[in-house]
């Protein structure tokens, strides 16, 4: 066996040198395999985290005083370095002496050896050993076996050409070099490359434009079989200009710490440990796998019959609860009838719902003084792997993304499985939480270094330029810029002296960039011409040549000095012959860079024009998309963005996440609801007396789980007192007032329909008219009052919707009201968070002071009783379906932003005053316009007025 060794060549992906074929190349890596399997002390590799939790448990069980704090504050990642450490000393030589001597001035070396006392090396399934051998333990292992019979033993090897320099080799590897040449292995270095490549380099100012000028120079050119490819960072953009030009492309992803499949693991943990998280529950309810269309149908974790199910009672109510009465525990309900009723279909779907119950809220892993108990962890990690390797043995052929689907789901599994064998190795009944999900990381898996979108070609494509083949004419060097990985000292030199003593040789930072640095350049010297792509910026960030470039700089100053004025690196960097702006590229209807040349086509710039109106009018009959039924919520949007309607309700157009689980103040909102409601349907206190503030503290912290999970998490107690003691007062004050005057409550949350008769495009339409009144009562004259609970940070806009005729949820409620009595209902909104009524019944609202004054043509006052706003709001909404039925979709504010190119969100008087006279205009002739803020509208991206107008 002929061996060309490299220090940089474990990665190379040319397992042979391709001009005899008979040569294996191979790094350190490569090499140390090839003689483990030479001396017959190959084993099956260990997963870093096991040895990582085994290293856990020997410190512990040392105890050395120098990371007794780090380790009892984060005793994983504290093991982590410290292992490290270990390995990085053990490699370098170091050989503790087994007296027991210590380091009593160099506190990190003695902490290092008194846990290394302790540790007995052998696999993990030897019961005697303690610490599973790593990459260090078989480099000493080898050593000493090459050293005892590597000249009796035939190791199979003729001859080992060095790449570097031997002397520029870690020590460790020199002695196994010189053990090895002292057995009869031929070891020689070879030739330094001699030769200065021409040098390109094409600068520009971001990735895009040199992707573009990369792609062109790749799809002209003609000789691939000696062309290499340094791929020095992602190559997403590069390959989007190739496959535009036919191209194969090269499918180098983003350097990413872990895989995606490692993302599922730590979204299972988040949603099953107390405290419950509903938005981590969310997510993992609606975790699946794959591109969810029709023709390659995702894989979810949890079957959709279920996540369906629970997501949508989340939705509902945002909080899981036993209360019989709640959404989650309606949902198992349903779906447990389902089964009973069809027990062949629906039956593993409500084992499946009740298995999720059970782990998220009967028995959750038990968290006590924030430790984790990890026994009762184990039931949701065994269901987890249960879970994924059903779905990992179940591939369909049929689905183009099946191969890529299935991979990530066997990743995923994987981690689970090296998650739990990392969790056995721990000799700890109890764990930090926090620490809980660095294991999950450290096991996560790496992410591989190619992607499914690389299309095989004739070229090489390597990462590094120490991997470039030997036998390679050009080098295209994408991405040439500086990378972060630059080396950094470990030990410092008073360190690095005891360790000599005890036969450790460690190599320096500078002796490691070195080495990195000389096998780049010998790389680059391999080919004739190297052209390097470098854009200014990547990802916002500005970039440098890497140091390579400059010892190659420097070459070539000596070797064409008349080319060049001075000799300086910089100045031989932004020579014009060597360094081009990809503008310089384009000449006269040709592009050239090299011996490349294209033509080019002068193509027209693409202008993209903003939109002046959003508003649209098209052909047709549209009296399908008219509404059979309609509620408040329906009837404003009609009133305020007929088109934003069509495109929700009637076309079914929502935002990408179906499931929002509701936050903030609609949370918060819902919550107070639910208790007002709880209040006034079970009747007590009796004869209308106020409810106690101990009756309301009761419900309150009754009804948190289910409604207001969020207010439970850790760092929201001290909103969950404000929330509380601002619900006490506002509920004390609403109740008060309405017992003062006179109004009994006789129910809440009532549901009401209503047959609508409507006229649209001259014909008649017929709706229902529905929806839920939050509180309803009679006053002493047996007068209907509606109340419509709010909260809101401001309430201003309810007070202005009631000065200004605008109540139209208010007018709704008063129009369908049933009930006897002189007048109209009283209606009135109830602002929850600042404790008042917002009326037009001074029996209410003292406040009120009769509104704007204005009236319609009939004579009734714009800002009185929200019953007479009755006749508008059918007006407008009759005004509104015709418009929709004939083609024309109206959004006028929107119009107005896009007439005055203005962002929604963008404050601007003219546009105020423009709006303002839309909604005049629109009153005059007797309807309803109803200004809500464009900044939340769903639509203001498909408007095109959100800034960006593709």
Same mark, same amino acid.
């Given at each position: 066996?002929?061996?060309?060794?490299?220090?940089?060549?474990?990665?190379?992906?040319?397992a042979?040198d391709?001009?005899?074929?008979?040569?294996?190349v191979?790094?350190?890596?490569?090499?140390?395999?090839?003689?483990?399997?030479?001396?017959?002390?190959?084993?099956?590799?260990?997963?870093?985290?096991?040895?990582?939790?085994?290293?856990?448990?020997?410190?512990?069980?040392?105890?050395h005083? *120098?990371?007794?704090?780090?380790f009892?504050?984060?005793? *994983?990642?504290? /093991?982590?370095?410290l292992?490290?450490?270990?390995?990085?000393?053990?490699?370098?030589?170091?050989?503790?002496?087994?007296?027991?001597?210590?380091?009593?001035?160099?506190?990190?070396?003695?902490?290092?050896?008194?846990?290394?006392?302790?540790?007995?090396?052998?696999?993990?399934?030897?019961?005697?050993?303690?610490?599973?051998?790593?990459? /260090?333990?078989?480099?000493?292992?080898?050593?000493?076996?090459?050293?005892? @019979?590597?000249?009796?033993?035939?190791?199979?090897?003729?001859?080992?050409e060095?790449?570097?320099?031997?002397?520029?080799?870690?020590?460790?590897w020199?002695?196994?070099?010189?053990?090895?040449?002292? =057995?009869?292995?031929?070891?020689?270095?070879?030739?330094?490359k001699?030769?200065?490549?021409?040098?390109?380099?094409?600068?520009?100012?971001?990735?895009?434009?040199?992707?573009? &000028?990369?792609?062109? *120079?790749?799809?002209?050119?003609?000789?691939?079989?000696?062309l290499c490819?340094?791929?020095?960072d992602?190559?997403?953009?590069?390959?989007?200009?190739?496959?535009?030009?036919?191209?194969?492309?090269?499918?180098?992803?983003r350097?990413?710490?872990?895989?995606?499949?490692?993302?599922?693991?730590?979204?299972?943990?988040?949603?099953v440990?107390?405290?419950?998280?509903?938005?981590?529950?969310?997510?993992f309810?609606?975790?699946?796998?794959?591109?969810?269309?029709?023709?390659?149908?995702?894989k /979810?974790?949890?079957?959709?019959?279920?996540?369906?199910?629970?997501?949508?009672?989340?939705?509902?109510?945002?909080?899981?609860?036993?209360?019989?009465?709640?959404?989650?525990m309606?949902?198992?309900?349903?779906?447990?009838d389902? &089964?009973? =009723?069809?027990?062949?279909?629906?039956?593993? #779907?409500?084992?499946t719902?009740?298995?999720?119950?059970?782990?998220?809220?009967?028995?959750p892993?038990?968290i006590?003084?924030?430790?984790?108990?990890?026994?009762?962890?184990?039931?949701?990690?065994?269901?987890?792997?249960?879970?994924?390797?059903?779905?990992? @043995?179940? %591939?369909?052929?049929?689905?183009?993304d099946?191969?890529?689907?299935? =991979?990530?789901?066997?990743?995923?599994?994987? @981690?689970?499985?090296?998650?739990?064998?990392?969790?056995?190795?721990? %000799?700890?009944?109890?764990?930090?939480?926090?620490?809980?999900?660095?294991?999950?990381?450290?096991?996560?898996?790496?992410?591989? @270094?190619?992607?499914?979108?690389?299309? &095989?070609?004739?070229?090489?494509?390597?990462?590094?330029?120490?991997?470039?083949?030997?036998?390679?004419?050009?080098?295209?060097?994408?991405?040439?810029?500086?990378?972060?990985?630059?080396?950094?000292?470990?030990?410092?030199?008073e360190?690095?002296n005891a360790?000599?003593?005890?036969?450790?040789r460690?190599?320096?930072a500078?002796?490691?960039e070195?080495?990195h640095?000389?096998?780049?350049?010998?790389?680059?010297r391999?080919?004739?011409?190297?052209?390097?792509?470098?854009?200014?910026?990547?990802?916002?960030?500005?970039?440098?040549?890497?140091?390579?470039?400059?010892?190659?700089?420097?070459?070539?100053a000596?070797?064409?000095?008349?080319?060049?004025?001075?000799?300086?690196?910089? /100045?031989?960097?932004?020579?014009?012959?060597?360094?081009?702006?990809?503008?310089?590229?384009?000449?006269?209807?040709?592009?050239?860079?090299g011996?490349?040349?294209a033509?080019?086509?002068?193509?027209?710039?693409q202008?993209?024009?903003?939109?002046?109106?959003?508003?649209?009018?098209?052909?047709?009959?549209?009296?399908?998309?008219?509404?059979?039924?309609?509620?408040?919520?329906?009837?404003?949007? +009609?009133?305020?963005?007929?088109?934003?309607?069509?495109?929700?309700?009637?076309?079914g157009?929502?935002?990408?996440?179906?499931?929002?689980?509701?936050?903030?103040?609609?949370?918060?909102?819902?919550?107070?609801?639910a208790?007002?409601?709880?209040?006034?349907?079970?009747?007590?206190?009796?004869?209308?007396?106020?409810?106690?503030?101990?009756?309301i503290?009761?419900?309150?912290?009754?009804?948190?789980?289910?409604?207001?999970?969020?207010?439970?998490?850790?760092?929201q107690?001290?909103?969950?007192?404000?929330?509380?003691?601002?619900?006490?007062?506002?509920?004390?004050?609403?109740?008060?007032?309405?017992?003062?005057?006179?109004?009994?409550?006789?129910?809440a949350?009532?549901?009401?329909?209503?047959?609508?008769?409507l006229?649209?495009?001259?014909?008649?339409?017929?709706?229902?008219?529905?929806?839920?009144?939050?509180?309803?009562?009679?006053?002493?004259?047996?007068r209907?009052?509606?109340?419509?609970l709010?909260? &809101?940070?401001?309430?201003?806009r309810?007070r202005?919707?009631?000065?200004?005729g605008?109540?139209?949820?208010?007018?709704?409620?008063?129009?369908?009201?049933?009930g006897?009595?002189?007048?109209?209902?009283?209606?009135?909104?109830?602002?929850?968070?600042?404790?008042?009524?917002?009326?037009?019944?001074?029996?209410?609202?003292?406040?009120?002071?009769?509104?704007?004054?204005?009236?319609?043509?009939?004579? =009734?006052?714009?800002g009185?009783?929200?019953?007479?706003?009755?006749?508008?709001?059918?007006?407008?909404?009759?005004?509104?379906?015709?418009?929709? #039925?004939?083609?024309?979709?109206?959004?006028?504010?929107?119009?107005?932003?896009?007439?005055?190119?203005?962002?929604?969100?963008?404050?601007?008087?003219?546009?105020?005053?423009?709006?303002?006279?839309?909604?005049?205009?629109?009153?005059?002739?007797?309807r +309803?316009?109803?200004?809500?803020?464009?900044?939340?509208? #769903?639509?203001?991206?498909?408007?095109?007025?959100?800034?960006?107008?593709s």
């Open positions: 066996m002929r061996i060309k060794f490299g220090w940089n060549f474990d990665r190379a992906p040319w042979s391709r001009s005899t074929g008979t040569t294996v191979t790094g350190p890596l490569g090499l140390l395999g090839v003689l483990q399997t030479r001396l017959g002390t190959t084993r099956p590799s260990v997963n870093r985290p096991i040895r990582i939790a085994q290293y856990r448990s020997l410190m512990a069980e040392a105890d005083p *120098w990371y007794q704090r780090s009892a504050d984060d005793p *994983w990642n504290t /093991a982590h370095h292992l490290r450490l270990r390995d990085d000393a053990v490699e370098a030589g170091w050989q503790p002496t087994p007296d027991g001597e210590t380091y009593t001035e160099h506190p990190r070396l003695d902490a290092l050896a008194a846990v290394e006392r302790l540790v007995r090396l052998g696999p993990t399934h030897d019961s005697s050993a303690n610490l599973a051998p790593g990459r /260090a333990d078989d480099l000493r292992e080898v050593l000493t076996l090459l050293r005892q @019979h590597g000249s009796s033993w035939p190791l199979g090897i003729d001859t080992i060095l790449q570097d320099r031997a002397t520029d080799l870690p020590n460790t020199q002695t196994i070099l010189e053990v090895l040449d002292a =057995a009869g292995v031929t070891i020689t270095e070879a030739a330094p001699s030769g200065v490549p021409e040098l390109t380099i094409v600068r520009g100012p971001d990735e895009w434009s040199t992707a573009e &000028a990369a792609a062109r *120079w790749l799809s002209n050119t003609s000789d691939h079989d000696k490819i340094i791929a020095g992602s190559t997403s953009i590069l390959d989007h200009e190739l496959s535009r030009r036919g191209t194969p492309t090269l499918g180098i992803p350097s990413s710490a872990t895989s995606p499949a490692g993302q599922v693991l730590p979204v299972f943990l988040s949603a440990l107390p405290p419950t998280d509903i938005r981590r529950v969310a997510e309810l609606n975790l699946s796998f794959g591109t969810p269309d029709a023709e390659s149908p995702a /979810a974790l949890i079957p959709r019959s279920v996540s369906t199910a629970l997501l949508s009672a989340l939705t509902k109510e945002p909080g899981i609860s036993g209360d019989p009465d709640s959404a989650w309606s949902a198992l309900g349903d779906l447990q389902r &089964a009973a =009723a069809a027990p062949e279909t629906r039956a593993k #779907a409500a084992e719902a009740h298995t999720i119950d059970s782990l998220i809220r009967l028995t892993p038990v006590d003084n924030e430790l984790l108990v990890l026994t009762t962890l184990h039931p949701a990690l065994n269901w987890l792997a249960d879970r994924l390797r059903a779905l990992s @043995h179940r %591939p369909d052929d049929t689905v183009p099946s191969t890529r689907v299935e =991979a990530f789901i066997t990743g995923a599994a994987g @981690h689970v499985d090296s998650f739990r064998e990392a969790l056995a190795h721990l %000799p700890a009944e109890e764990l930090r939480v926090r620490e809980l999900f660095d294991i999950a990381d450290a096991c996560a898996p790496t992410p591989s @270094h190619t992607t499914a979108e690389a299309i &095989a070609a004739k070229w090489t494509v390597v990462s590094d330029p120490s991997e470039v083949p030997a036998d390679s004419d050009t080098i295209l060097w994408w991405s040439s810029h500086r990378s972060e990985g630059d080396e950094t000292e470990v030990w410092d030199p360190e690095a360790l000599s003593l005890a036969g450790a460690i190599s320096t500078t002796e490691r070195r080495l640095q000389a096998a780049a350049l010998r790389g680059i391999t080919a004739a011409t190297v052209i390097c792509f470098c854009p200014d910026r990547i990802r916002g960030q500005e970039t440098s040549l890497p140091p390579s470039l400059s010892r190659l700089a420097e070459d070539i000596v070797t064409h000095p008349e080319r060049f004025t001075t000799t300086g690196v910089d /100045a031989v960097l932004d020579e014009a012959s060597i360094t081009r702006p990809v503008s310089t590229l384009h000449e006269t209807g040709t592009w050239r860079l011996e490349v040349a033509p080019l086509d002068e193509v027209a710039a202008t993209i024009t903003p939109p002046s109106t959003v508003s649209r009018s098209l052909d047709g009959d549209f009296t399908h998309l008219l509404p059979e039924r309609l509620s408040f919520t329906q009837i404003e949007q +009609l009133l305020s963005d007929p088109l934003g309607w069509t495109l929700e309700r009637a076309l157009i929502k935002r990408g996440f179906s499931f929002d689980v509701p936050t903030g103040n609609r949370m918060i909102g819902t919550f107070v609801h208790i007002v409601e709880e209040l006034v349907s079970r009747g007590e206190p009796a004869d209308g007396a106020v409810p106690s503030a101990r009756e503290t009761e419900i309150f912290d009754r009804f948190v789980p289910r409604f207001a999970s969020e207010l439970l998490l850790p760092g107690k001290a909103r969950l007192g404000t929330i509380r003691s601002t619900v006490l007062a506002s509920l004390a004050t609403m109740f008060t007032t309405v017992q003062e005057r006179g109004i009994t409550l006789t129910g949350e009532t549901t009401f329909t209503h047959v609508w008769e006229t649209a495009d001259g014909a008649p339409w017929t709706v229902e008219l529905g929806g839920m009144r939050d509180l309803e009562g009679a006053i002493d004259d047996a209907p009052v509606i109340i419509d709010k909260w &809101a940070n401001s309430g201003k309810y202005n919707m009631v000065d200004d605008e109540a139209v949820q208010l007018s709704v409620y008063s129009h369908t009201a049933e006897s009595g002189d007048g109209n209902p009283m209606t009135a909104y109830f602002l929850l968070k600042q404790g008042r009524f917002v009326s037009t019944g001074s029996a209410l609202d003292p406040d009120y002071t009769g509104g704007s004054g204005e009236t319609d043509d009939s004579g =009734a006052n714009l009185g009783d929200p019953t007479g706003l009755w006749s508008r709001i059918e007006a407008s909404v009759e005004d509104a379906l015709t418009k929709i #039925a004939t083609g024309r979709f109206e959004s006028l504010s929107a119009d107005v932003y896009a007439d005055f190119g203005i962002r929604p969100g963008e404050k601007n008087t003219e546009l105020s005053k423009a709006i303002k006279s839309i909604k005049e205009a629109i009153g005059e002739e007797g +309803l316009f109803i200004d809500k803020p464009q900044t939340f509208s #769903a639509f203001n991206l498909i408007y095109g007025i959100a800034g960006d107008h």
